[in-house]
């Protein structure tokens, strides 16, 4: 969806920023940079530290945006734009071009993440749905040839429309044009390189159609509300956004893969795939969707009360880590990208120390930087500093707000080796450390 159609989320009166959700706890925002009186790109990026945004996406793979977000800790998602489509999916030496000059060149100060292979080409672009899985795979291949695909990986935000029959929820299966011609093997290659399906879902759309006589209350997640209940499978929904991630996971399901390691979808086969929200969000004002003209008439007017409401009921879900659905109460919102947590140096010695102290005491296994232990050398208080940090951080299950120590660490998505030590990325695979008492010896 372009940026200039829908405005759902405001940081600042100039700056329309739709919001997403990747990881959980978290909200990135979606900058766009097609539209009137923007704010220069450096104001922008201050505003995202200012208002503690850790994640990003653009809508292309901007240079100058790419520069001044190097070194600031927030993860980055770039996009190839949908003209260029055609090429990476015919030539594999132009996806490497791509992928070394829009990804490379800025990694690691700049912590791209993810590549976003179009936006919505479905409906943006259906000229190009036949060379999109293409497309994909040759920028995967891209970054694998770099050694690069297991930090960043590759997907492509869906509209909804892709889902038909989204009501009951149980019914909701792909269009059947793109079923089995697109989305099957399109499942196929985000299982096979442990990415995740992206959807843009506007649950708005649906209760400004004066056909679905959707309910204000269930339509923008106040809770409690009436709800809709399933009449197929008995679930109960008190949020059209989840009634719509949950028909994603039946279409996936029918197509035999599975959103999540626990779940009721029988015809799923697979191992769990997760969804990811790249778009979502309620217009604050103006008409919704110009396609609904002819049956809304002169067009149904937002308003500041409904955006507000269902904005604010999305983030404190995620913030709240309450981002189940009736079918997948396990579910998060995210795509959640494997990563390490490392002191900042820049902090001084006195600061480090004083958040090593803590972090051994409060659950972090110090006792491989034991002197004498595996992981004691190199002797320096920022190496054994970057491994409690990143033990407190793996043992919490890299929870939102885990990897920051009153600002003197920072989240890499590269394994940092530190001389000899190679920093665990999961706590239980460093079997053979000593299990710690809790205490550090200082230096």
């Known amino acids: 969806m372009a940026l200039t159609r829908l405005l759902v989320f405001v940081l600042s009166a100039a700056l329309p920023l739709l919001f997403f959700l990747t990881e959980a706890g978290e909200i990135g925002v979606n900058y766009g ?21 850790t994640m990003v996406r653009i809508y292309e793979a901007n240079p100058a945006v790419l520069r001044l977000l190097a070194n600031t800790s ?7 734009p949908n003209e260029d489509l055609a090429d990476v999916a015919r030539d594999p030496s132009i996806a490497g071009d791509w992928v070394w000059n829009q990804v490379a060149v800025y990694l690691p100060a700049t912590l791209i993440s993810g590549v976003a292979v179009g936006n919505e080409v479905f409906d943006m672009r259906p000229d190009l749905t036949s060379v999109l899985v293409q497309a994909m795979k040759n920028v995967q291949a891209a970054l694998a040839n770099l050694d690069l695909a297991d930090a960043v990986k590759v997907t492509t935000p869906i509209r909804f429309t892709a889902v038909m029959d989204s009501s009951p929820p149980s019914s909701g299966r792909f269009r059947d044009d793109l079923a089995q011609p697109v989305m099957k093997p399109m499942l196929d290659f985000l299982e096979r390189t442990g990415s995740y399906l992206t959807m843009n879902i506007f649950p708005c759309f649906a209760f400004y159609d004066p056909a679905n006589h959707i309910n204000r209350e269930y339509a923008v997640g106040n809770i409690p509300n009436p709800g809709f209940q399933d009449s197929r499978t008995g679930l109960m929904y008190s949020s059209l956004l989840d009634a719509q991630r949950d028909a994603t996971y039946y279409a996936m399901a029918k197509l035999g893969f599975s959103g ?8 799923a086969k697979r191992v769990s795939m997760k969804q990811s929200i790249a778009e979502t969000g309620w217009p604050a004002r103006g008409k919704v969707w110009n396609s609904l003209e002819d049956r809304i008439g002169s067009g149904r007017a937002a308003t500041l009360a409904d955006a507000q409401a269902y904005n604010n009921n999305v983030i404190n879900r995620v913030l709240s880590g309450n981002t189940g659905t009736p079918l997948h109460p396990d579910a998060d919102m995210d795509a959640t990208c494997t990563s390490w947590c490392v002191a900042s140096a820049a902090v001084g010695d006195e600061r480090l120390q004083a958040a090593l102290q803590w972090a051994c005491r409060n659950g972090a296994d110090c006792g491989p930087i034991q002197s004498g ?17 990143n033990s407190y951080y793996q043992r919490n299950h890299r929870a939102p707000g885990t990897c920051n120590f009153a600002g003197a660490a920072h ?18 695979l460093d079997e053979t450390a000593p299990i710690s008492d809790g205490s550090y010896s200082a230096l």
């Not at 927030?74 to 190839?80: D, E, F, G, L, N």
């Not at 940092?416 to 706590?427: A, H, R, T």
């Open 33 to 53: 940079r097609v539209a009137y009186d923007l704010p220069d790109t450096a104001s922008v990026v201050r505003l995202l530290k200012d208002s503690g945004i």
């Open 74 to 80: 927030i993860k980055v998602t770039v996009m190839v």
């Open 260 to 267: 999540s390691s626990k779940n009721n979808l029988g015809p």
């Open 373 to 389: 232990a595996k992981c004691f050398e190199p002797n320096t208080r920022l190496a054994h500093t970057s491994y409690a940090f």
């Open 411 to 428: 989240v890499v998505y590269r394994q940092p080796k530190i001389g000899n030590c190679v920093l665990p990325w999961k706590f239980w």
